[in-house]
T-cell receptor, first 113, second 111 residues
Framework: EPEVTQTPSHQVTQMGQEVILRCVPI?????FYWYRQILGQKVEFLVS????????KSEIFDDQFSVERPDGSNFTLKIRSTKLEDSAMYFC???????????FGQGTRLTVV | RKEVEQDPGPFNVPEGATVAFNCTYS??????FFWYRQDCRKEPKLLMS???SGNEDGRFTAQLNRASQYISLLIRDSKLSDSATYLC????????????FGTGTQLKVEL
C-alpha cells in the first residue's frame, strides 16, 4: 500500500538553528500539506502546496517557515531559526487528484532546546 | 466560532457500549467530511468518509446533515482497541483542498 514517508522521525535542535523536515508524498498525488500538533493540542494547518506553489498558508506559517519541492518526489519544510514554541509533531500529508482523502506520514517529532 | 467543533470528551465507556461523537462546522462551502482516528503520538488515519446519505462500515456509522452543518459518528459494540482520539475533519475545496481538523474527542473503552 502506498504511503507518505517522513524523515527524521525525531529531531532535537538548539534554539535558533535551522531545521529541514523531509517528506516523500504518495507518488501520483497532487496536493501536499504540512500540519503540526503541539503535544496535547489539536492538529493545526500550516501550508498547502499545489502545482509547485503555495496555495494557502496559515498565520502560523510566518517568514521563518518555507516549503520546497526540490525534485519530483520530496517535499520539505524548513524552519529558519527555531524557537522553543516550534516544538511539536509535524505531519506531512498528500491528496490525489481525484480524491479528497488525505494520507498522513508518521510525523517528525521536533524538539527545540 | 471555530471552523470545526467537537464534543470536548473524554468519553470513558465500558466494552460493548455504543458511543456517539458529534461535530459541527461553520463554513458552508465545506464539501467533504471525514472521521479520522489518532492513536497517542501517532499520525491521524482515515477512519471513514462521511456521505450525505449516511454510511456504515461494520460497527461504525457516519451521518451528515448539511442543513445543520452537523456530522456524527456512532460506534456500536465498542472494543478496547477503539480507544483513541476521534477527529472530525472538513475539506473545503478551492485554494487547494484545505483540511481543517476539530480538536478531537478522546475515547477510552474499559473492561
Amino acid at each position: 500500500e502506498p504511503e507518505v514517508t517522513q524523515t527524521p522521525s525525531h529531531q532535537v535542535t538548539q534554539m535558533g538553528q535551522e531545521v529541514i523536515l523531509r517528506c516523500v508524498p504518495i507518488s501520483n498525488h497532487l496536493y501536499f500539506y504540512w500540519y503540526r500538533q503541539i503535544l496535547g493540542q489539536k492538529v493545526e494547518f500550516l501550508v498547502s502546496f499545489y502545482n509547485n506553489e503555495i496555495s494557502e498558508k496559515s498565520e502560523i506559517f510566518d517568514d521563518q517557515f518555507s516549503v520546497e519541492r526540490p525534485d519530483g518526489s520530496n517535499f520539505t519544510l524548513k524552519i529558519r531559526s527555531t524557537k522553543l514554541e516550534d516544538s511539536a509533531m509535524y505531519f506531512c500529508a498528500s491528496i490525489g487528484g481525484q480524491s479528497t482523502e488525505a494520507f498522513f506520514g508518521q510525523g517528525t517529532r521536533l524538539t527545540v532546546v | 466560532r471555530k471552523e470545526v467543533e467537537q464534543d470536548p470528551g473524554p468519553f470513558n465507556v465500558p466494552e460493548g457500549a455504543t458511543v456517539a461523537f458529534n461535530c459541527t462546522y461553520s463554513n458552508s462551502a465545506s464539501q467533504s467530511f471525514f472521521w479520522y482516528r489518532q492513536d497517542c503520538r501517532k499520525e491521524p488515519k482515515l477512519l471513514m468518509s462521511v456521505y450525505s446519505s449516511g454510511n456504515e462500515d461494520g460497527r461504525f456509522t457516519a451521518q451528515l446533515n448539511r442543513a445543520s452543518q452537523y456530522i456524527s459518528l456512532l460506534i456500536r459494540d465498542s472494543k478496547l482497541s477503539d480507544s483513541a482520539t476521534y477527529l472530525c475533519v472538513v475539506n473545503r475545496r478551492g485554494g487547494g483542498n484545505k483540511l481543517t481538523f476539530g480538536t478531537g474527542t478522546q475515547l477510552k473503552v474499559e473492561l
